[in-house]
């Protein structure tokens, strides 16, 4: 049986939350039915150990909300794996930054959704929140943590990213830009984004990589943007795009135990058992396990991606977009180079391929990797 290693552990570790995001894929808020207890929490660092897990994300809900956040933290650290958090960056108190630099993290991300209070505040629903977390980022920087913005785009945002990176540029801040998906049932349908609209936001990004160096304005896309394109190919932190990784690197695990090859599939037909019935370290180990992306056919692609010759390494785009849209896995309506070959003669893919390519230098790799490694959608 092939075996897995597990790079990265997204760890939901409350559903609680304080603020009501529009886009927030599980409409976090209450916290979840019989959530870990503090006992269980310890115990499953242990077991992310034992997995051979090198990187965990520490997300929510909002993570600071979980009363143990930070011996949860330190057990992380204590067993000697990379440590990110991912918080909405409003609740906090002076010695939290301290803390937070003593458990020397790999990545601490916030995030911003709009150029000022009115989009922000209205996208996070609670007023008040964007000049939290600007001062939250004012605070990070001030100790010198290694943070990150995430922005998560719609149609009520998309003409603020350039006053967005203007927020960001030049402050030694890594930014993750992504789309927003329809689950939760906050989210509008009205307001995800068309496919002219995230072509556009590829454009975007790899227009940013091309006139801003890595140091200025350190800008990646995240999972559900891509792929293959003839012009776009400068947005993520690897070269070619390499199919979800899923239950192959990265696994997500729910506050009350459940696991998912990711947590932004937001179904609960792809759970693969839960911690308190079984270790992570047996389900991730199991022959069946995760087999929608270790044991892809070709034959199980939808009607968007059957005929693409990028199929086999593609394994057709994002899983989560691609339920969440089509209401099955391997089928992402949203792609790059699908759009490209509706719009662009065959000529042109064929200049954009070979004239527009822009190879980052090593140096510029080593960094986005270092900046990046840890944050995901
Ligand atoms: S059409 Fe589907 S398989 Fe082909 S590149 Fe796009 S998402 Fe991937
Ligand atoms: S479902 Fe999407 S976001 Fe999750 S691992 Fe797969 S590609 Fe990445």
Not at 266 to 290: P, T
Not at 318 to 344: A, Q, R, V
Request: hydrophobic share 35%; aromatic share 10%.
């Amino acid at each position: 049986m092939k075996s897995y290693d597990l790079l990265s552990c997204v760890w939901e570790l409350t559903l609680k939350c304080n603020l009501k995001c529009v886009h927030c894929g599980s409409a976090a808020g209450k916290n979840r039915e019989n959530e870990l207890t503090d006992d269980e929490s310890i115990k499953l660092c242990e077991d992310i150990k034992k997995t051979g897990c090198k990187s965990v994300a520490l997300m929510g809900g909002e993570p600071l909300l979980r009363k143990n956040f930070w011996d949860i933290s330190k057990k992380i650290k204590d067993l000697k794996m990379d440590l990110c958090v991912i918080t909405n960056g409003t609740i906090y108190e002076e010695d939290f930054f301290k803390r937070f630099k003593s458990l020397n993290l790999q990545a601490l991300a916030t995030s911003i959704d709009g150029s000022n209070s009115d989009t922000h505040d209205g996208i996070r629903g609670v007023k008040g929140s964007f000049d939290k977390t600007l001062n939250f980022i004012d605070k990070a920087l001030e100790y010198d943590l290694p943070l990150s913005v995430i922005t998560t785009v719609s149609k009520r945002n998309i003409s603020e990213l350039n006053d967005i990176k203007n927020i960001i540029k030049g402050r030694k801040i890594a930014w993750q830009i992504q789309i927003a998906g329809a689950e939760g049932n906050r989210f509008d349908r009205k307001e995800v984004l068309n496919e002219e609209e995230f072509y556009s936001v590829g454009l975007f990004i790899e227009t940013m990589r091309r006139n801003y160096g890595v140091e200025e304005l350190p800008v990646i896309g995240a999972h559900d943007l891509g792929y293959n394109s003839c012009l776009i190919k400068n947005i993520w932190l690897y070269e070619k795009w390499p199919g979800c990784q899923a239950g192959i690197s990265v696994v997500g695990i729910r506050s009350n135990g459940d696991v998912l090859g990711c947590l932004s599939i937001n179904n609960d037909s792809f759970i693969e058992g839960n911690v308190r019935n079984k270790s992570l370290y047996e389900i991730w180990n199991s022959k069946n396990a995760f087999s929608y992306t270790r044991n892809f056919k070709m034959e199980e692609a939808g009607e968007n991606c059957k005929e693409c010759k990028f199929i086999g390494d593609c394994k057709g785009g994002c899983s989560e977009m691609s339920l969440t849209y089509t209401g099955k896995i391997h089928n992402d309506p949203y792609c790059f180079y699908k759009i490209e070959k509706k719009n662009f003669g065959f000529l042109k893919r064929l200049f954009y391929s070979f004239g527009a390519y822009l190879n980052k230098s090593q140096k510029d790799k080593a960094i986005l990797n270092k900046l990046f490694s840890g944050v995901r959608k």
